[in-house]
């Protein structure tokens, strides 16, 4: 018997399509195993040529206790570390929140919950097994007084905001809207990052690990609702 014939648009179709899903697991295992060579290098305490290049690169040569830039820029940097402090963080995740139980999403307000607390707990709880120092090359801008590794600021700002971000997407139904939502969400958080780094209360490698660790977690929980919401379909 003849094989079925296969329709050429059929074929067109499956030849246009992009292999998301393997991009994406490449992408998150790229993404694991930078951050576990971070913390491996950060556990033996060794030192990374580009924290010091970086952080040095922020301030004004022969002088690293003045920072490069005009005069405002060391405020703007710390308003713009500001959103990523406990408070401001803890005020975003109540106001999502509540607007999700508004919504009748209740389970989707439950899963905001439990990421965003239970990010902040993981954060903390390696930031009291690394004990990395501060940076003592600059002088700091601002005063901390936790551990360096990783940035705190960096991973639950990342952690937190785009969670709210991916959970919110059963109230945004325009592909552009979310498009817009997740860009401006990376834009925060990345600027998060830097003012750190600026402040010279982190060292770089702080701040990527930071990343890293808070964009895997928040795509782990999308994930999680992303499988719950098939099964209520089925």
Known sequence: MAPPLVSLDDETRASGRRPWPLIAGVLVVVALLAL???ASVIARGDALAFDRTLILAMRVPGHPD???GPAKLPSI???????GSGTVLTLVVTLATILLLLRRLWRTAALTLVATIGGGSMVSLLKQLFERARPDLVEHLMR???ASFPSGHSANSA??????ATLLFPMIREARVRLFVVAATMTIVALIGISRVYLGVHWPSDVLAGWIFGALWALGWWRVELTLLARTKV
């Not at 952690?159 to 709210?164: E, F, G, M, S, W």
């Open 77 to 83: 940097a710390r308003d713009i570390t500001a959103l």
């Open 66 to 68: 003045v920072p490069i």
């Open 36 to 38: 576990l060579f971070l």
């Open 159 to 164: 952690i937190v905001y785009l969670t709210v």
């Open 144 to 146: 901390e007084t936790s």
